[in-house]
């Protein structure tokens, strides 16, 4: 399960773009390896972040990963309703599951991402 | 992970795990399911309906002959004098210092044979320290290979053996007993015991018989398979220890506050270190914790209070039932306070808990 019109990073990011900003996930893939996800640590908004920096750290029953930010830019908002219910991000990664929006600092930053065929290959791996 | 899967052990349900979707692992050297369908779905439908576990990993030692009885009383720190045939219980093989070898459970079978089933990673220099420590008069034997173990655990377990054995049958095998019983022609050692905290029994019987048993039983509709990550956060529930995280050779029965295990009353060895150490006091002990919120401590997290480090987390999991993290800590004995205010760090996270004597979850 590979949206098309998302690109993709090494780590299992996702991200979305829209116009100047963006909104940032982890993939399908990503969450079936962590399990049942029960906490995560959200960025305040607010902050600016670089890319490949650690934004958000994601815990499952048994084991806690970090999140890193696709491309550089500063958190706008965060998906909230994730603090009760992360759960959300295995059910549904690129929908209800979201991070958090970003608005983005250089769009060139975009052109190392992969596309949905390139990820879905890099998965194959 | 670094252990190469081609060199790790596979249990007689390898297929049966992968049929069933399962993600597998390696486990101190076996490739084991972790979970099939999600850790926190399995761990709650043990809780309330009955979960399968395959645990061939474990090992099964025999110790037969005239003076078994003696033998392993000397061996291990529970008693043993007074078990009847069909008797089973809790202790630990001990070094000389005090150290815990292993923990396991012995099987007093006849007051010739007993059975001890230890700890999967530990299979090895158990049965070197057994042997060098067994007088010739007795017969040890290291059956584990022969031998499959499944485990059936939860309410409804008993409801579930009893459509196979009858109910007479389950209902006369009491908590910590076992009895000798027949399933499909096969001969199984059925006894009342578990990891989980649920009424649950562990079936014991031939090695070749593993799939036919875990078919008859999964099929029923209130049995479900469960990996070794729910095994694991049912039994830190429980705050039960696991070898080799919440103790070790490093550690003495008393500081893992499981002394009603060591019966002091007999020679056994490692006694007479324990009797020095506990003179001399014990300054750590282990505990359960659990987390104001839904993060969960990890192993070798700090724990601190006053801004003073006083232990360290050996097991930390979010905790399906309580909805919180939880785990075992060593801590100053002076902090062993019921709801004691800790701190859980990691140098980076820091993590607001509470001390919480076992079991953590309480019905």
């Not at chain 1, 084991?63 to 309703?81: L, T």
């Not at chain 2, 043990?46 to 009383?73: P, Y």
């Not at chain 2, 034997?141 to 008993?158: I, N, T, V, Y």
Request: glycine share 10%; aromatic share 8%; proline share 3%.
């Amino acid at each position: 399960m590979v949206p098309g019109e998302l690109k993709y990073t090494k780590e299992h990011e996702w991200i979305k773009i829209e116009g100047d900003e963006a909104v940032l996930g982890i993939t399908d893939h990503a969450q079936s390896e962590l399990g049942d996800i029960t906490f995560i640590e959200l960025p305040e908004p607010g902050r600016e972040i670089r890319q490949s920096e650690n934004f958000a750290t994601i815990e499952s029953v048994k084991a806690a990963s970090d999140v890193y930010a696709p491309v550089s830019g500063k958190i706008v908002a965060v998906n909230d309703s994730l603090q009760d219910t992360p759960e959300a991000m295995n059910r549904s990664p690129y929908g209800d599951g979201w991070i958090c929006r970003i608005s983005i600092a250089d769009a060139g930053e975009l052109d190392g991402l992969m596309d949905a065929g390139t990820y879905e290959n890099y998965l194959k791996e | 992970m670094s252990e190469n899967v081609v060199d790790l052990n596979v249990t007689p349900l390898y297929n049966k795990h992968l049929e069933a979707g399962a993600r597998m692992v390696p486990f101190s050297g076996w490739n084991m399911p972790v979970q099939y369908t999600g850790i926190i779905e399995e761990h709650l439908h043990t809780r309330s309906r009955a979960g399968l576990f395959d645990i061939c990993h474990m090992g099964e030692f025999f110790l037969r002959g005239s003076s078994a009885g003696e033998e392993v009383d000397r061996l291990v720190t529970c008693r043993i004098d007074d078990m009847p045939a069909g008797k089973c219980r809790y202790g630990f093989l001990l070094r000389e210092d005090g150290g815990i070898i292993d923990d396991l459970i012995v099987f007093k079978i006849s007051p010739e044979e007993f059975m001890l089933v230890v700890n999967s990673g530990t299979v090895e220099k158990d049965r070197k320290w057994i042997e060098s420590h067994v007088s010739s008069g007795t017969e040890f034997s290291d059956e584990s290979d022969r031998m499959a173990k499944l485990d059936l655990q939860g309410p409804l377990s008993a409801e579930v053996l009893s459509r196979i054995l009858g109910r007479s049958t389950v209902e006369s095998v009491r908590r910590y007993y076992f009895a000798g019983v027949v399933m499909e022609g096969v001969k199984v050692l059925l006894s009342r015991t578990g990891y989980t905290g649920e009424q649950g029994y562990e079936l014991f019987f031939p090695a070749e018989r593993a799939a036919m048993l875990w078919d008859m039983l999964s099929a029923y509709k209130e049995v479900k398979p469960v990996g070794l990550g729910a095994r694991d956060t049912l039994r830190m529930e429980m705050g039960y220890s696991l070898y080799g995280n919440d103790i070790d050779e490093d550690r003495t029965p008393f500081e893992a506050n499981l002394s009603k295990f060591v019966f002091m009353e007999k020679d056994f060895i490692g006694k007479e270190e324990l009797l020095k150490r506990k003179e001399k006091g014990i300054n750590r002990i282990l505990t359960g914790f659990i987390c104001e919120g839904r993060r969960s401590a990890r192993s070798h997290f700090t724990v601190m209070c006053d801004d003073r480090a006083i232990g360290e987390v050996t097991s930390g999991a979010f905790s399906p039932c309580l909805k919180k993290g939880i785990g075992l800590c060593y801590i100053d004995k002076e902090c062993f306070i019921e709801g004691q205010g800790i701190l859980l760090s990691d140098g980076k996270a820091g993590i607001r808990a509470a001390v919480k004597k076992i079991p953590i979850y309480e019905r």
